[in-house]
């Protein structure tokens, strides 16, 4: 029985796990799994640890291997649209509880030259969006974007884990830069690089002004493991729900047990978790 909704027996048995991303066959599933500081995994410590290859499904606590096959992963996803029926997706990467209401603030950290976030926020639900986003070459868009949409405003800046001046290296090939000098992007592309000015999360959001954000979404380019790490008690208070993007493998040195870090470190901050796809995860402080 879930929420009032039985579930056939013939089911349990092929039931998903929390996190079932088949990184083996290079596809990515998409099982809209959720977690919240109290889960348990199969090691029983209330980390992923040991039972990362083997976790319990959130719906039915059925247990599955890592390596899933793909109709189970979507019966799983199935269930989870049940559990959480007000969960909404969108292309490319996006999930998100509603409802929003006309006006509420919305922060898109990393836009890149189409603020997609921002416009389908201010399309659909009327927000008020702050694009954030340090690439030079990016620049002459967005403002287009801020002459054509009144209620977005851009931010030339960079989110990190300090107050301070950086250098920041821009591909000239992909839309993506990133202050690491060692992301895949900068490593393989041609690059130029720039001093741009980086701003703690605390400083972003006092900067904004705002006593509430409806939703924050991170994309920037593994420079969230840090920005998490460095993250106080309060840093969020504000804060209803966040995206991040986690860049495990997309930077060397930051690996899937640094995204599990950072899940915790938010959990810990009152957040439950929706790991997505395995590399987006939704936050949020109120199941709906």
């Known amino acids: 029985m879930l ?22 066959r290079g596809q990515t599933l998409d099982p809209l799994m959720t977690r919240t500081p109290s889960r348990k995994t ?65 922060v898109d950290v990393g836009t890149g030259d189409d603020p997609d976030f921002s416009r389908l926020m201010i399309d659909r639900y009327k927000c008020e969006c702050y694009g954030v986003d340090p690439t030079k070459k990016h620049e002459s868009a967005l403002r287009r974007i801020e002459e054509d949409y009144k209620q977005f405003h851009y931010l030339q800046l960079a989110l990190g884990p300090e107050n301070k001046t950086v250098t920041f290296y821009e591909s000239k090939v992909n839309v993506s830069g990133s202050v690491l000098v060692t992301h895949r992007n900068i490593v ?22 705002k006593s509430t954000i409806a939703i924050i979404k991170i994309d920037i380019e593994g420079a969230e493991f840090e920005l998490i790490s460095s993250l106080s008690a309060n840093s969020l208070n504000q804060v209803d729900q966040l995206i991040v993007e986690f860049h495990h493998g997309t930077v060397p040195g ?16 009152g957040f439950m978790s929706i790991v997505y796809n395995g590399r987006d995860c939704l936050f949020y402080k109120q199941r709906p």
Not at 44 to 50: E, F, L, Q, R
Not at 188 to 197: G, L
Not at 257 to 262: F, I, K, L, P, S
């Open 42 to 106: 199969l090691d029983g410590k209330g980390d992923w640890g040991s039972g990362e290859m083997a976790m319990k499904c959130p719906n039915c606590g059925s247990v599955m291997d890592y390596f899933s096959e793909r109709p189970r992963a979507l019966m799983c996803k199935a269930l989870t649209r049940i559990r959480h029926p007000r969960l909404k997706s969108f292309r490319p990467n996006y999930a998100f509880f509603e409802p929003f209401s006309s006006g509420d603030i919305v």
């Open 3 to 24: 929420d009032g909704i039985s579930i056939p027996p013939i089911f349990t048995g092929l039931l998903g796990a929390d996190r079932m991303v088949d990184e083996m």
């Open 188 to 209: 393989n592309d041609p690059t130029i690089s720039y001093e741009v000015e980086m701003v703690t999360i605390d400083a972003l959001l006092n900067r904004i002004g």
């Open 254 to 269: 930051y690996a899937r047990r640094d995204t599990r870090a950072g899940i915790k470190k938010l959990e810990g901050m």
